[in-house]
């Protein structure tokens, strides 16, 4: 049984910052990469930023070009826990953000190659 749950959503201004958390159970957690994703009001879910599995120490890091340089993915797999750190915050940026678990041998980007999914957090960003 695996579960994702993600925290730290909520309302800022532009050019604020905001933490997002992705708690999740399941004893396999260390083997999968991790991705988030978001989704606004009438679009698409859209990739945001995906981490692999450990390998020893190294994880690599992926991440659209719409957030790259102002967002940054990490892991704790002592803690379960997947974050987003979000820098520099535009309205665009608005969206309900939702972490998943990727598939072995998924694309990262594409949301048909996850398997868990949490509830989602409301991002908004008020200018």
């Known amino acids: 049984q695996v579960q994702l749950v993600e925290s730290g959503g909520g309302l800022v201004q532009a050019g604020g910052s905001l933490r997002l958390s992705c708690a999740a159970s399941?004893?396999?957690?260390?083997?999968?990469?991790m991705g988030w994703f978001r989704q606004a009001p009438g679009k698409e879910r859209e990739f945001v930023a995906a981490?692999?599995?450990?390998?020893?120490?190294?994880?690599?890091?992926d991440y659209a070009d719409s957030v790259k340089g102002r967002f940054t993915i990490s892991r704790d797999n002592a803690k379960n826990t997947v974050y987003l750190q979000m820098n520099s915050l535009a309205p665009e940026d608005t969206a309900v953000y939702y972490c998943?678990?990727?598939?072995?041998?998924?694309?990262?980007?594409?949301?048909?190659?996850?398997?868990?999914w949490g509830q989602g957090t409301q991002v908004t960003v008020s200018s």
């Open positions: 399941g004893r396999t957690f260390s083997s999968y990469s």
């Open positions: 998943a678990r990727l598939r072995v041998g998924g694309y990262r980007d594409n949301t048909a190659s996850y398997d868990y």
């Open positions: 981490i692999s599995w450990s390998h020893g120490s190294t994880y690599y890091a």
